[in-house]
Every structure is written in structure tokens, then in C-alpha cells.
């Protein structure tokens, strides 16, 4: 039974410390190794299962069963051992001589294993129980014990060579997987040295553990701020800064949703036209007029600071209005205008603006509230134009 404990506490504590890791998702495998991570972590859950069943096996002396357990003990050691090599081969992504060599080697001592394992019904080479029931370990065994120290000391050495050469966080990486390889060609050889305790699954544990604290999670969490950036990225206009088209659409379709629901029951529309913005482009040329679209943005989001602005054209955009800015509408939009009508006798930029709001019952979707406040800004800016003529 304390051997049992052991492995049963060594498969709590495994699957708490990497039930992210355990799991199939595109997140998961941000890189193949990953997935090849996951599945060096099943096969050291086989393996720890089938050693708790050898502990509780082996304290009633139920010999056949306990030696086909046996079996089916070092056939998943032996997988894990072959899973690691693939893990390190592709978190190195070594394709060449060296992840060949590690992947071929693997292979190797999963054959002897084997075919050891194989002549062990007839010739105890590997294992086997004397009269009085107890487990008596062969020659083979310590072979095929002797070959994965060998194997995960050199994946060790060689992934820390690497790590000396690396730098920032990849360089701690490489070293945390050197040195979890350590502590499992550690645990193999006190395995060998101590057979009835059980010292693989106890280094298994500690150096799942240190990958996931030191390595999975790291990069989990930086591939979640590279794809945070990259969707802030995809939603942005490239121009002027604020939201673009595409997250426009999403605003409208969260829009509609939301009164569907009842969550939302008022929200105002404020859409903007550049004017100018042709003749800015034909006689000073596209730089100037990129220049000047930036300054009619900065002139928007100056006013609507609470709320999204969206360029959803060449020289449109669109503010959504909830909350603060919703409650000043009328007065963010006469001071806007006061600034536009300023601007015009100063010879800067000049901004059209038209603002309406959703009418429960009467409006059916969002463009009716839109084409309301387009039309208004139409209606300025024809008048802008006449007054600046």
C-alpha cells in the first residue's frame, strides 16, 4: 500500500500541475512540441497507473497478474522514454543528425525492451518472482535502464550546450529542459539501484513539474500576449489608430445582440466626414492628406473620449455612443462643432458631423439609426461648404 500511495499522489499531483497542458486545443499546441509534450505526459500517466496497480498487485502476491502488470509497467516506461526524445527533438526543432540520432536511439531501446520482454515468458531475463513471490529483476532490466540514463543524460547535455549559446527566456527554457532531463536520468538510476520504490514516477513528477512552471506556462502566456497583440492589431486602423472597419462590424453585430437580449436600451450614432480631404490630396499630395485625415481623427477622439471611434471609410467615421458620452451627447456635439466652425476661419482641419439616436419601437436595426445621423452630417456639411464660400 506504500507503494501505491506513492505513485497515486505522484498522478494527483501530475495531472493538477498540467491540466492545461493536458488538454487538446489549438492553444495547446502553439508548437509541435507541445502536442509532443502532451503526449510524454499521457504516457507517464499510463505508466504511473500501471504502477500503482503493481503496488496493490504485489502486496497480495497475486503473481499472474502482478507480472502481467509488470509488462505493461516497463512497455509504458519505456514509451515515455521514446515520447520525451520526440518532445526534446521538436522543442529543439532539431530535424537533423542529432534529433535523428535522439528519435533512432529511442526506438532502439523501445525494440530491445521488447524482445526482452518477449523472451522474458520463457527465460527470465528481465524479471521474475521466486518461490516466496517476490519480484527478482534481471540483467535485462538494468540494460534497458542503464541505455535511457544514457539517453536523457545526453538529450541533457546536449540541450544545456545549446542553452549556453541562447539568450533571455529561450535560454532559461533550454535550461529547464536540460536540467528536468537530469532529474530523470537521477530517478532512473535510483530506480535501478532501489527496484521496490518508486523512483521513476516521483522524477517524472518533478520534472513535468519544472517544465510546466518554467517552460509551458512561459510560453503559453507569451503566445497569448503575441496573439492579444496581433488581434489588437487586426482591429486597428493602420492610419490613425483607432478602431477599423472590421471591429466596426463586430460593434454592430454586438449591438443588434445586445437589444435582442435587453441588455442594451440606448445608444446614439455620431458619423463624420473629413472635408477638404480631395483637394488636400490633389494639390499637396497624398502624405499631406494622410496628415490630414490623422488630424480630423485626433479632432474626434479629442471630444469622444468614453467611446469608439471607428474609420470606416477614406475619410468617414463613426463614433457608437453609450454611457457618459450618451448622457452629453448634445453637448459633445455643439462643442464639436464650435471647434469645427473655429477650425474653418483658421485654415485647419474641418470635420462634418451628424449625431442621432436608437428609437425603441420605431428603429429596426442599427442602419436606421445610422442613416439618420448620416443624413444630418450631409446636411452640415453642405452648409460648411456654403459658408466657406
Given at each position: 500500500m506504500y507503494y501505491a500511495s506513492i505513485g497515486m499522489l505522484s498522478l494527483a499531483v501530475l495531472l493538477i500541475i498540467n491540466f492545461e497542458a493536458l488538454k487538446a486545443s489549438p492553444q495547446n499546441d502553439i508548437h509541435v512540441a507541445h502536442a509532443r509534450y502532451r503526449h510524454f505526459l499521457f504516457a507517464v500517466m499510463?505508466?504511473?497507473?500501471?504502477d500503482i496497480l503493481w503496488g496493490f498487485l504485489y502486496d497480495q502476491r497475486w503473481i499472474i497478474p502482478t507480472y502481467a502488470d509488470t509488462v505493461a509497467f516497463f512497455v509504458m516506461m519505456i514509451v515515455s522514454v521514446l515520447l520525451w526524445t520526440r518532445f526534446v527533438a521538436a522543442y529543439l526543432e532539431n530535424k537533423g543528425r542529432f534529433g535523428k540520432l535522439l528519435i533512432g536511439s529511442g526506438w532502439l531501446i523501445v525494440t530491445f525492451e521488447i524482445i526482452a520482454l518477449i523472451i522474458n515468458f520463457f527465460i527470465p531475463i528481465f524479471f521474475g518472482f521466486n518461490e516466496e513471490k517476490e519480484y527478482v529483476p534481471g540483467f535485462a532490466r538494468y540494460i534497458t535502464l542503464f541505455a535511457q540514463m544514457i539517453l536523457f543524460l545526453a538529450t541533457s547535455i546536449y540541450t544545456l550546450a545549446i542553452a549556453i549559446k541562447a539568450e533571455g527566456k529561450e535560454k532559461a527554457h533550454h535550461r529547464t529542459i536540460g536540467f528536468s532531463g537530469i532529474v530523470m536520468t537521477t530517478f532512473i538510476a535510483l530506480q535501478t539501484l532501489y527496484p521496490l520504490l518508486p523512483l521513476y514516477a516521483v522524477g517524472c513528477l518533478l520534472a513535468t513539474c519544472m517544465i510546466h512552471s518554467f517552460v509551458y506556462k512561459d510560453e503559453t502566456m507569451e503566445h497569448s500576449l503575441e496573439m492579444g497583440?496581433?488581434?489588437?492589431?487586426?482591429?486597428r486602423d493602420p492610419l490613425t489608430g483607432v478602431k477599423n472597419k472590421l471591429s466596426y462590424l463586430e460593434a454592430l453585430r454586438s449591438i443588434e445582440t445586445r437589444l435582442e437580449s435587453g441588455e442594451l436600451k440606448s445608444y446614439g450614432v455620431v458619423v463624420f466626414d473629413i472635408n477638404g480631404l480631395k483637394q488636400v490630396n490633389d494639390t499637396q499630395g497624398h502624405e499631406a492628406g494622410d496628415e490630414y485625415i490623422r488630424n480630423g481623427c485626433s479632432a474626434i477622439c479629442m471630444y469622444y473620449k468614453h467611446s469608439p471611434v471607428f474609420r470606416i471609410g477614406g475619410d468617414e467615421f463613426t463614433v457608437i455612443l453609450e454611457g457618459e458620452d450618451y448622457a452629453n451627447r448634445e453637448e459633445l456635439i455643439l462643442a464639436f462643432d464650435?471647434?469645427?466652425?473655429a477650425n474653418r476661419k483658421n485654415g485647419l482641419v474641418v470635420v462634418s458631423s451628424g449625431m442621432d439616436i436608437y428609437r425603441p419601437g420605431e428603429d429596426h436595426s442599427?442602419?436606421?439609426?445610422?442613416?439618420?445621423?448620416?443624413?444630418k452630417m450631409y446636411e452640415k456639411k453642405e452648409r460648411l461648404k456654403t459658408a466657406a464660400s
Open positions: 499510463a505508466y504511473m497507473v500501471s497583440t496581433a488581434k489588437r492589431m487586426a482591429y464650435e471647434e469645427m466652425n442599427y442602419n436606421d439609426v445610422f442613416k439618420r445621423a448620416d443624413k
